[in-house]
């Protein structure tokens, strides 16, 4: 058993295959998945893997500890053994699932506010003719006689709609882009966008062989070096036509200032001939 991932629903869109049929498929993007912790089973009684992403204040003592900037959301994945942990600010990629894959996919529905009984249930509601004044949405009545005397709770009745935990299973990953972090599932996902997924491996069907195990990390140790390029560049083009630039300048000011000069001579001319 391998941990999953805590992602981020971005939206839905479509991709076209090779024989030109378009798949309609969630984006999930991991933004700075990293592990902040681990559980054994010397020190819990179990294992797992701890990954976070965008905690509150109370936990920063935690993230220094894993010298791990805070997060938000933190979320454990069980693994059967040592071998299925991985290293503590270690980042996962999106390969760590690949093309083909079922995954199980856990998060929140939207949330519909309150909601009466025939929106939230289904229920029919009362005649819509003559004998009924007011009620027609009404649920009806809720409990007994004198005995119990109580309304049982989950009675079907009015009240919160949505917002509730729910799990799309056997989805099927269609392409990651390990480059920008995305995950393409098929269909459509619990919850609304910008909203916090698990995405597990799918417990009803085995993991492909190809899969990477323990995960798939990244690797930050790799330092572009194309701001050098760009500064060196910069450098050049600033220093070679500044000179040029300047030495036309020069040579059009002595002009500009001749012909200040000479204008009111002229004029002074004219009003000499004119008296």
């Known amino acids: 058993m391998r941990t999953g991932v805590i992602a981020k629903k971005m939206g839905m869109m479509r991709l076209f295959n090779e024989d030109g049929r378009h798949v309609p498929v969630t984006v999930l993007a991991l933004e700075g998945c990293q592990v902040v912790g681990a559980r054994n089973e010397e020190r819990d009684g179990y294992f797992a893997v701890r990954l976070a992403k965008n905690v509150n204040k109370p936990q920063r ?25 991985l290293p503590v600010g270690a980042t996962v990629s999106a390969d760590h699932f690949i093309d083909g894959q079922l995954v199980d996919i856990t998060g929140h529905t939207q949330g519909k506010g ?3 009984a025939m929106k939230r249930w289904g229920f029919g509601g009362m005649r819509a003719s003559h004998g009924v004044s007011i009620t027609h949405r009404a649920h009806g009545s809720t409990g ?4 119990p ?4 709770k989950n009675k079907k009745m009015a009240g919160h709609m949505g917002d ?7 989805l099927e990953i ?20 910008n909203g916090w997924l698990l995405v597990r491996d799918a417990v009803k069907v085995p ?14 140790n790799e330092a572009p070096v194309v701001e050098d390029v760009v500064i060196a560049t910069e450098v050049e083009v600033a220093d070679t036509p500044a000179v040029e630039a300047d030495a036309p300048a020069a040579e059009a000011a002595p002009a500009v200032e001749a012909a200040a000069v000479e204008a009111p001579a002229a004029d002074a ?7």
């Open 61 to 85: 003592g935690e993230f220094a500890k894993a010298q791990v900037e805070p997060k938000a959301r933190v979320a454990e994945f069980r693994v059967d053994n040592a071998d299925g942990l």
């Open 114 to 116: 309150f909601a009466g």
């Open 144 to 147: 007994q006689r004198q005995d």
């Open 149 to 152: 005397g109580k309304v049982f």
């Open 164 to 170: 509730r935990q729910r799990t799309q299973q056997n």
């Open 174 to 193: 269609v392409r990651t882009d390990v480059a920008r972090g995305l995950i393409f599932v098929k269909g459509s996902v619990p919850g609304a966008k």
């Open 207 to 220: 993991t492909p062989e190809a899969a990477p195990f323990p995960g798939a990390l990244k690797n930050d």
């Open 269 to 275: 001319g004219e009003e000499k001939k004119e008296g």
